[in-house]
């Protein structure tokens, strides 16, 4: 299992940037795929992005391609989330995800282990 926990949420206006960041305290030394993932108020868990164990692979939702980056230092345990052009429809909880054994999927059916979230509200 691996525990995380988010950081760097906040209000931002439309068109600024922001970066999130996951701290995991794993308790296996299995390797993990870690992803974000983010909801807003009336509306479905929608994947953001995904990154694998090497962090040679990433892989993004539609809605964030070409404005969010997503990396990965094992050495210190922690996944970030750079967030570009934000627009108002990217407010949401967002949460960090692991999945041990994972290649950084999609689904969030597929993960192990939660964060609590974190608010991103960007204003237009």
């Known amino acids: 299992q691996v525990q995380l926990v988010e950081s760097g949420g906040g209000l931002v206006q439309a068109g600024g940037s922001l970066r999130l960041s996951c701290a995991a305290s794993?308790?296996?030394?299995?390797?993990?795929?870690m992803g974000w993932f983010r909801q807003a108020p009336g509306k479905e868990r929608e994947f953001v992005a995904a990154?694998?164990?090497?962090?040679?692979?990433?892989n993004y939702g539609d809605a964030v391609k070409g404005r969010f980056t997503m990396s990965r230092d094992n050495a210190k345990n922690t996944a970030d989330l750079q967030m570009t052009s934000l627009k108002p429809e990217d407010t949401a909880v967002y949460y960090c995800?692991?999945?041990?054994?994972?290649?950084?999927?999609?689904?969030?059916?597929?993960?192990?282990?939660w964060g609590q979230g974190t608010q991103v509200t960007v204003s237009s």
């Open positions: 990154i694998s164990w090497t962090g040679a692979t990433t």
């Open positions: 794993a308790r296996t030394f299995s390797p993990y795929s």
């Open positions: 995800a692991a999945d041990i054994y994972g290649l950084g999927s999609s689904l969030w059916e597929k993960y192990d282990s």
